[in-house]
Structure formats: structure tokens, C-alpha cells
């Protein structure tokens, strides 16, 4: 380990550690736009998310102009579950205010490199020492800011965390590549799935006639989703039985595993093979559809290799591979319909297998599904293996941070690699 790498608390090292507040005004506070006020559900490590991002207007971001967030900031949570998750704002996103859940800390830039600040929260000694201070004399986690001023960062010079900080940011860049890319190429199938099954564009010179949902081109029927293939209802292994759990067989998707991923490439948890073979006729060939139907209705995946779901989750095994991506896009647009089928006057959104499986959709004629498969299966190919790409990048970006940020290794060890890969 270099000489030069010596150990600084946050207070010596920052220029602004704080947090803010809630608006007054409960909901009535919150706007349509205006200036983006981060809580801690927008706050995921490595990430940013839009998901439930609130806005605020001028008068009450003047209230909070203490804690206005600069570009280059590190956030990190400080309370509740998702207490110690760092992340940096995109500028798109700026001018923004955090409030009490949310801590500010800016990085001076003479001793501490403000992206070599965010990756070390997120190296997993650092997150652990982090964890550890929140849960402790506490009946809910929190970071103080005296903890936080207190809070010790073993540093090499400002030029190593900025040559470190480089190299890892690059890799997340690229992740964020591809998953831009990746939003797009699912919006180019939508829009595609669109003009062909939603306004019938390529067919408007045909005839047309009346179904059970709507008039349709001449040839084509409607059928049940259960026409498609075998719809398969997933289940959750005795937990009781650790052996169904102690090798990491099969995947085992849950609605978390499904948020934001076109195909399922890990999960969170697995079972074994004696895990699946308890669980008759569940197991899912590669490639099928799987729609979440309790509690959160409407998330669509496809699983990447033979897997299994749990109870939320109906799938579906097309009967012929043509069809797969059609009922992938297809169940992503029926979702309000999945929504209004599960409601039912209960407070828990429940679409059962029964349900799930008689919900009509239109079949298209065989040589359209056909076309369509031809037309868009490039571009799921494309997802497919940027998502597999990203796996690889994250895996050498998890290998790569705490072997630097602790100064175990020095950068020029991984530079090649790394930059053959980005």
C-alpha cells in the first residue's frame, strides 16, 4: 500500500454535509414540475431514479435553499431501510433540494475527489461501517451528522482518486449506455407493436370485422391468453426445507427481480434441484413470459435460463417461439386491463391464474405473428446482450472497487482489462 494514502474524517475533507426537510402543505406541496425535491426512494446505489420523483415550487424551494444540490454532490440516504444508499444527481435534474431523509455532502476538491467520495460509501467495508452506526442504540437506522462529520476515508492523493474514480466511473457510463440504448430498443418494439396491433397500420387497405373487442382485420380472431400456450402459476418451495435452497440451481423470480429488466438474467434467490423437483410441472423453459399479478400488477419479464416464480407471478410457455415476442409486448400493453381485473374491491391487487388466463387478445393470422417476430427479434437480441454485457461490467466493477479504494491493488494492474472491455 502507498506511503502517500492517509486516513481523513468527512468534516476535514467536505465543504457542506447537511440535509433538508419536508415541504409543508402535505400533498398540496408537491407539483407537476418545478424544482425536483430527492427523497430516498430516488436514491439507489450506483443510481438515480426518477421513480416517485417529487417537485416543488420556487416558494417552497427558497425554504429550503440551504440544501440545494449542487452538480457533482454525493447523496446519501440516512434513515429508514435504505439508510447508507449513495448516488450523484444527473444535472438534467438540477436545480434540486433533498429533504430530511437525504444527506448533502460536497466534496472540497483539494484533498477528496467528489465521484472517489461516492465510490468509497459504496466500497462494501465502507457501507458496512455505515450500516453499522445507523443500527446502533436506534429503533429506527439513522446516520447523525455527527456521525457522518466523524466518519473516517483512508485517501491517497487527489490525483490516484481522480485516476480510480475515472475508471470506474467509465464503467458505469457504459452500463448507462446500455441501458439507454436498451430503453430504446424496447420502445422501437413497442412503437412497432403498435402501429401493427393497436392502429393496424399495415393492414388499413384490408377489410375489416367486428369481434368481442374491437373491429379487427378479416382472418384474424380473439383469443384467451391460455390459447397462446400453458399458463403456469409459480410457487414457492417449503422454506422449511433448507435443502431445497442450498445450491444455486435455478432461478427463483420474484416481482423484485422483475423491475426494470426486460430479461432476467440473476435473481436474488435460487433453488436447488431438489427444490425443483418438488415444485411439479412449475419449472419454466428458457424464454417464457412472466406478468407479476399480486400486489403489483403488470411488471413483464422474460427469464434467460430454465427458472422458477413465486405465487405473485403467472407465466406463460408459448406453444409456438413466434409468438413470444408478441405476448411479451402484448401483456405490457394490456395492463390496465390487468389492474381493472385485479382490483375486485380488495385492498391488495390479486389477478388470479384463472383470470389471468382468460383475459382476451386479439391472434393475429399466422404469417403476420411471423413477420412480426422476424421484424422485431433483432432488437430483443440486442437487449438480451447488453443486459449480459452489463452483468459482466457490473460483476468487474464490484471486483475492481474495494481492491482500489482499500489500495490492495493499483490501478495500472486492471487498466488494460478494463478498457478493452469499455
Known amino acids: 500500500m502507498s506511503k502517500n494514502w492517509k486516513t481523513y474524517k468527512l468534516s476535514e475533507v467536505t465543504t457542506k454535509i447537511g440535509s433538508g ?10 407539483k407537476d414540475s418545478g424544482t425536483s425535491l430527492i427523497r430516498s426512494q430516488n436514491i439507489l446505489d450506483f443510481k438515480f431514479t426518477t421513480d416517485g420523483l417529487a417537485f416543488i415550487d420556487d416558494t417552497q424551494a427558497s425554504k429550503l435553499n440551504n440544501v440545494t444540490i449542487e452538480e457533482n454532490d454525493v447523496l446519501l440516504n440516512i434513515t429508514g431501510d435504505s439508510v447508507a444508499r449513495v448516488c450523484s444527481v444527473p444535472k438534467e435534474f438540477l436545480p434540486a433540494r433533498v429533504n430530511q431523509h437525504v444527506a448533502i455532502l460536497r466534496a472540497d476538491n483539494e484533498s477528496l475527489d467528489s465521484n ?13 461501517l455505515l450500516l453499522t452506526l445507523a443500527s ?3 429503533t429506527r437506522n439513522a446516520l447523525t451528522k455527527s456521525m457522518i462529520e466523524d466518519f473516517e476515508l483512508f485517501l491517497p492523493s487527489i490525483s490516484e482518486q481522480k485516476a480510480i474514480a475515472n475508471i470506474l466511473s467509465a464503467i458505469d457510463d457504459k452500463i448507462e449506455n446500455n441501458l439507454a440504448i436498451n430503453n430504446t430498443l424496447e420502445d422501437m418494439a413497442m412503437a412497432l407493436y403498435k402501429h401493427w396491433f393497436v392502429d393496424f397500420g399495415p393492414f388499413q387497405d384490408g377489410a375489416f370485422v367486428e369481434s368481442e373487442l374491437e373491429l379487427i382485420p378479416e382472418g384474424w380472431e380473439v383469443k384467451r391468453v391460455k390459447d397462446f400456450g400453458t399458463v403456469v402459476c409459480g410457487k414457492t418451495p417449503l422454506k422449511k426445507k433448507p435443502e431445497y435452497y442450498e445450491y444455486d440451481d435455478y432461478p427463483f423470480i420474484k416481482i423484485p427481480d422483475m423491475h426494470g429488466n426486460v430479461w432476467v438474467l440473476n435473481t436474488n434467490e435460487y433453488i436447488s434441484e431438489k427444490g425443483n423437483e418438488s415444485q411439479i410441472k412449475k419449472l419454466l423453459p428458457a424464454e417464457s413470459i412472466n406478468v407479476s399479478c399480486i400486489a403489483t400488477v403488470g411488471l413483464v419479464t422474460m427469464n434467460i435460463n430454465p427458472s422458477h416464480t413465486n405465487q405473485q407471478i403467472n407465466s406463460i410457455v408459448p406453444s409456438n417461439i413466434e409468438f413470444r415476442y408478441y405476448l411479451y409486448l402484448t401483456m405490457i400493453n394490456l395492463k390496465e386491463t390487468f389492474l381493472n381485473e385485479a382490483s375486485g374491491g380488495s385492498a391488495t391487487l390479486n389477478m388470479n391464474t384463472s383470470t389471468f388466463s382468460n383475459v382476451e387478445l386479439i391472434n393475429p393470422n399466422h404469417e403476420v405473428i411471423s413477420n412480426f417476430h422476424k421484424d422485431v427479434s433483432p432488437l430483443f437480441d440486442n437487449i438480451k446482450n447488453n443486459q449480459i454485457e452489463n452483468e459482466t461490467l457490473t460483476k468487474l466493477r464490484d471486483t475492481l472497487l474495494p481492491k482500489l479504494i482499500s489500495g490492495e491493488v493499483r490501478l495500472k494492474e486492471f487498466q488494460e482489462q478494463v478498457e478493452n472491455i469499455i
Do not use: F
Open 116 to 128: 472517489y467520495l461516492k465510490y468509497s460509501l459504496l466500497e462494501i467495508s465502507y457501507k458496512n
Open 136 to 138: 446502533a442504540g436506534a
Open 21 to 30: 426537510a419536508t415541504p409543508r402543505g402535505g400533498k398540496e406541496a408537491y
